[in-house]
Nanobody, 120 residues
C-alpha cells in the first residue's frame, strides 16, 4: 500500500512560480511510475506530467517548458516527488493530485490533492 500526501500549493499571481510536493511512504518505489494530474473547477481530471521508472519525464503540451517534475530517492522509506511550476497562468488553477502507478500490477495510488490558484 502506497500512501501519498501532497504539500505546497496556494495562491500565486500570473507569471509567478510555485512548487508542490508529494511525500510517499513505501518500502520500494523503484517499480512505480509517479506523476501529477490536476482538476480545474468544473473540469475533468487532466494528466500533467510523469516521471517513469527509467527516469524519463513526460509533460502535457499545456505545461511543457513551464513545469518541471523531479523526484528524491531518499535513503529511508520516505520518497518525495516535486512539481516546479513556472510562468503560471490562470488556467493552471486546479487541485493537483500526485499519483504512483505500479509497473508490475498497474494499480494507481492517489494523494488527496492540493489547491493551486493563479490569480491577480
Amino acid at each position: 500500500q502506497v500512501q501519498l500526501v501532497e504539500s505546497g500549493g496556494g495562491l500565486v499571481q500570473p507569471g509567478g512560480s510555485l512548487s508542490v510536493s508529494c511525500a510517499a511512504s513505501e518500502g520500494d518505489l523503484s517499480e512505480y511510475d509517479m506523476g501529477w494530474y490536476r482538476q480545474g473547477p468544473g473540469q475533468e481530471r487532466e494528466w500533467v506530467a510523469t516521471l517513469d521508472v527509467l527516469g524519463n519525464t513526460i509533460y502535457a503540451a499545456s505545461v511543457k517548458g513551464r513545469f518541471i517534475i523531479s523526484r528524491d530517492n531518499a535513503r529511508n522509506t520516505l520518497h518525495r516527488l516535486h512539481l516546479q511550476m513556472n510562468r503560471l497562468k490562470p488556467e493552471d488553477t486546479a487541485v493537483y493530485f500526485c499519483y504512483a502507478r505500479s509497473i508490475i500490477t498497474t494499480i494507481h495510488y492517489w494523494g488527496q490533492g492540493t489547491q493551486v490558484t493563479v490569480s491577480s
